[in-house]
């Protein structure tokens, strides 16, 4: 059964920082891409960024360019998000995710479709 489990999520104010993590169990392969998203009340689920099975490539959608900075650490099953310059309309519920296929290796913008596996989500909230 694989399982993500996603922490790091918290309340802070407009320029703050936060770092998530995303740890990972009982996936198969290493070859699997990891990815991002978020959701915020009322709106669709929004696929941030994206990080090859490597850890060498890498994806980022416009409006967390330059202030968000995915990494992973395959040793320890571990995907990181390190959010800086955070801004309120941050301020959603982050979901990480892995897949294999196309998400292995991070081409570009990926859906939700592409992953198959998912974590429960944890809450950032920005503050004005």
């Known amino acids: 059964q694989v399982l993500l489990v996603e922490s790091g999520g918290g309340s802070v104010q407009s320029g703050g920082s936060l770092r998530l993590s995303c740890t990972a169990s009982?996936?198969?392969?290493?070859?699997?891409?990891m990815g991002w998203f978020r959701q915020a009340p009322g709106k669709e689920r929004e696929g941030i960024a994206c990080i090859n099975w490597r850890g060498s490539a890498a994806y980022y959608v416009d409006s967390v360019k330059g202030r968000f900075t995915i990494s992973r650490d395959n040793g320890k099953d571990t995907m990181y998000l390190q959010m800086d310059n955070l801004k309120p309309e941050d301020t959603a519920l982050y979901y990480c995710a892995a897949g294999g296929g196309t998400a292995q290796f991070c081409p570009g913008f990926l859906g939700p479709s592409e992953f198959k596996n998912w974590g429960q989500g944890t809450q950032v909230t920005v503050s004005s």
């Open positions: 009982g996936l198969r392969s290493e070859r699997y891409g």
